[in-house]
């Protein structure tokens, strides 16, 4: 069974920064978008972003285009998410998750596999 282990979720003051990791079991890891949803109390769980199977597309959510960075490092099975100018906003719990489509969804949905989610807290 695959798995998707997030790290480096923390209590961070407005204008802050953090960067999240995710390690992946998924194989070949290449193949799969690797996308960041996060799920704030009382919510549904929202699109972050996606990196692209290959690394060659990327997507954003609006609110977060400009501030956040998905990257990934192939060699290492992990995607990354640099999180810039944070706001008590995206405070939430971050999952990563895995999908092997052809097209890099933004819909929880479409991904089968899932990470347990790192909580991110932005104070004000």
């Known amino acids: 069974q695959a798995q998707l282990v997030e790290s480096g979720g923390g209590l961070v003051q407005a204008g802050g920064s953090l960067r999240l990791s995710c390690a992946a079991s998924?194989?070949?890891?290449?193949?799969?978008?690797m996308a960041w949803f996060r799920q704030a109390p009382g919510k549904e769980r929202d699109f972050v972003a996606v990196?692209?199977?290959?690394?060659?597309?990327?997507n954003y959510a609006d609110s977060v285009k400009g501030r956040f960075t998905i990257s990934r490092d192939n060699a290492k099975s992990t995607v990354y998410l640099q999180m810039n100018s944070l706001k008590p906003e995206d405070t939430a719990v971050y999952y990563c998750?895995?999908?092997?489509?052809?097209?890099?969804?933004?819909?929880?949905?479409?991904?089968?596999?899932w990470g347990q989610g790192t909580q991110v807290t932005v104070s004000s």
């Open positions: 998924v194989r070949p890891f290449g193949d799969y978008n």
């Open positions: 990196s692209s199977w290959g690394g060659g597309t990327t």
């Open positions: 998750a895995a999908s092997r489509t052809i097209i890099p969804y933004t819909t929880p949905v479409k991904y089968n596999y």
